[in-house]
């Protein structure tokens, strides 16, 4: 957890903090940010940044449960009005060999992921099961999003 914050309370101050980052905010206009994180046990797993990185994340996850949480942030400019949720799905890593980590880490995909996995490209052959929305760990929780536009006042 960073600063002492649980993940949900940092996921939402990310999605804030990308909302107010926009300097012209256009009026009439929605904007919409989102803001995906990995927690295993405790520790909110970032993205790896390095080979070396990637395989430590990998070692720690693999055979285990891991949450993947994804904030979204709707803001109507016109009615300076926040609309925010969020989506937790868990995803099992199943038991890695050191092998089949290498391999997975040397084809590039895990450096900017968190969690150092992608199920929707190479890495979904590391999942072994998924409760809930798969959408969430791919990084945008569709329904979710969805419910906050409608709440927004836009008809989907």
Known sequence: MENGKSPFSQLKTNCIGKINSVKQKPANSLLIS?????????????KPGSRSSAVKTLKKISGRAVSVIS???VFDTKKKRLFYGHEKTVVKIKELSDRE????????E?????GAFAIQG???????????????VVGLPVQRLAL?????????
């Open 148 to 156: 906050l536009l409608s709440a927004a006042g836009v008809k989907i």
């Open 34 to 46: 989102s803001d995906t994180i990995v927690v295993v046990g405790d520790q909110v797993l970032g």
């Open 122 to 136: 190479k890495g979904s052959f590391l999942v072994e099961w998924i409760e809930g929305d798969y959408f969430n």
């Open 101 to 108: 980590i290498r391999k997975y880490v040397g084809t590039g």
């Open 110 to 114: 895990p450096l900017d992921k968190a």
């Open 71 to 73: 904030g979204v942030a």
